[in-house]
């Protein structure tokens, strides 16, 4: 008997082999040239998706001050993402100043990215600071912000409305640096700013 009549008389168990062995063939090729596996740099337990009601949490900086303090309603951690999702957050900004208060604030919904350095809010934002020393209370009005907590410094490209006493300054636009008060409007711009009292 012939190899050729063999192999058409079993043609089921030889196609079967043949795709066997181009699947192994094949297999053998990628773990050759295949990009080499990505290494994690986590450490620790792998952690699985979860959710929370009234969370809070407390991020901390290289030398162990608070970055940020968050509080939800709602937080979520997806499997397979190490971010954090909030609905209705409200959140503390650390002034990093003697004898400065912390600025307060609240908004829609959040993100935290996985180390912390980044902060989503979403939606409308309000953040308020009480006076101090000769400094009135100052409120901020605005939406879908950025914020780098680590570096106290915020963005967004929204309108946004900050009053400071009797004094109004608004915009479209804004980035700010809590630490050094720096505050920069970007577009239509409009102030008003009242007199100091005279002294007496």
Known sequence: MSLRRYLRDRRLPAATLAIALAAGVAQLLLWWFGPAPKTSDFVGPPRSSYTLTDARMTEFNATGQPSFRLQAPHLERREGDDSLYLNSPTFQLPARQAGTPDWQGESLYGWVNKDGSLLKL??????????????????????????????NRLETAAPARIVQGASTISGV????????????????????????????
């Not at 636009?173 to 007496?200: I, Y």
Request: no cysteine; hydrophobic share 35%; net charge neutral.
């Open 122 to 151: 979403q939606g409308p934002v309000t953040m308020h600071r009480p006076a101090f020393g000769s400094t009135p209370a100052t409120e901020m009005h605005t939406s879908d912000v950025t914020a780098w907590p680590k570096e």
């Open 173 to 200: 636009g804004m980035r700010a640096n809590l630490t050094n008060k720096h505050l920069e409007l970007l577009d239509d711009v409009h102030s008003t700013f009242m007199p100091a009292k005279p002294s007496r």
